[in-house]
Each structure stands twice: as C-alpha cells, then as structure tokens.
C-alpha cells in the first residue's frame, strides 16, 4: 500500500468518508423509518402553527377593520346629522 495516499488525504476528506459511512448505516437499518416518521411529525406540527398564525393575525386584521370601519360610519351620521 502506498503511505504517500494517505499523506494526501486532508481533514475535509476524512469528514466527506465518514458521513457517507454513516449514511449508508443509516440507509441499511431502521433508522430511516424512524426518521421518516420524525420528520413527518415535524412538518405536521409546523403546518399546524403556520395556520394558527395565520389565523390569529387574519382576527386581529378583521377587528382593526371593523373598528376602523365602525368609525367612518359615525363619522358619516355626524356629517349628515350637521348637514
């Protein structure tokens, strides 16, 4: 075996090695049906507190335009009212 190949090898290759070894464990074994499912349940929960947000900001949307809407109408009667 050549010593001089291995004088090579710098640090970023060694790390590219060993990810791709833990990767094709991870690819073998159960894992992979765990971390599925793991993910699964991560975009769900994150789905639901987007919509949450979404529909609390929409509220408060809704109730600053009420009010603000509420007012204009006053506003018009008292015009009417002195006209």
Not at 12 to 24: G, P, Q, R, T, W
Not at 43 to 58: D, F, G, H, K, W
């Amino acid at each position: 075996m050549n010593i001089t190949m291995f004088n090579k090898m710098t640090l970023s290759d060694l790390k590219i090695y060993l990810l791709n070894s833990v990767a094709l464990v991870v690819s073998f074994s159960e894992i992979e049906a765990v971390l599925k499912i793991i993910l699964l349940l991560g975009s769900i929960v994150y789905t639901a507190q987007r919509i949450y947000a979404n529909y609390q900001e929409n509220i408060g949307d809704k109730k600053k335009w009420i009010i603000l809407h509420t007012k204009n109408l006053i506003l018009q009667t008292c015009l009417e009212v002195v006209r």
